[in-house]
């Protein structure tokens, strides 16, 4: 990986440019969504629309250098894995725009890019800080984000007011991700 002062070469207005960026960062891009969705398909559909959306909005960004490409991406990518979380559904607008098509996964592919992603091991690091939540907020966390239950059913199945059921998953979460941070602090992004 570049220094954090190797120049861009080519700015990301001119077609060399964005092929240079989409060639060195795409596979850093696919390993990020993947990690963060802990699936390859979906990982797949959020890289393509962080380049489509990178490719839009192409003209704001104002660095000069390669680590400023990466975070400029790495910050879209956030904002893309963010919204299908939030949402549960790709927006699929800028891609139709441009008339960027998905790659389509091939035989073996999903896993290559599973094992690319390191999801085994993220997986069982999951379930393992998982059983070492309370029972409360471990249950809190399943019937929200597993069920995805809106939080007043929470709340019923708990036998806890909505209030109570928000702390409890807001609390397994931030709970879990600091967890999950110190595994893998050296594994970034």
């Not at 790495?74 to 904002?79: N, Y």
């Not at 209030?163 to 931030?174: F, I």
Request: aromatic share 6%; hydrophobic share 40%; net charge positive.
């Amino acid at each position: 990986m570049p220094d954090d002062t190797t120049p861009l070469g080519a700015p990301l207005t001119t077609p060399d440019g964005f092929v240079a960026l989409y060639r060195r960062e795409a596979e850093l891009v696919l390993r990020f969504c993947t990690r963060r969705v802990l699936d390859a398909e979906t990982g797949v559909d959020l890289c393509a629309e962080t380049f489509a959306q990178a490719f839009r909005s192409r003209r704001s960004f104002r660095g000069a250098t390669q680590a400023e490409a990466r975070a400029w991406l790495l910050t879209i990518a956030r904002r893309q894995v963010a919204r299908y979380l939030k949402r549960g559904a790709l927006d699929r607008r800028a891609r139709e725009a441009l008339g960027i098509v998905t790659p389509v996964l091939q035989e073996g592919e999903a896993e290559e890019i599973e094992r690319l992603a390191g999801l085994a091991p993220l997986r069982a690091a999951l379930a393992e800080e998982l059983a070492r939540l309370g029972g409360d907020q471990r249950e809190a966390l399943r019937l929200r984000v597993v069920e995805e239950q809106p939080y007043p059913e929470v709340a019923r199945s708990l036998g806890v007011t909505e209030a109570t059921a928000r702390a409890r998953v807001s609390r397994g979460l931030r709970t879990l991700a600091a967890s999950l941070e110190l595994r893998w602090e050296g594994e970034r992004p």
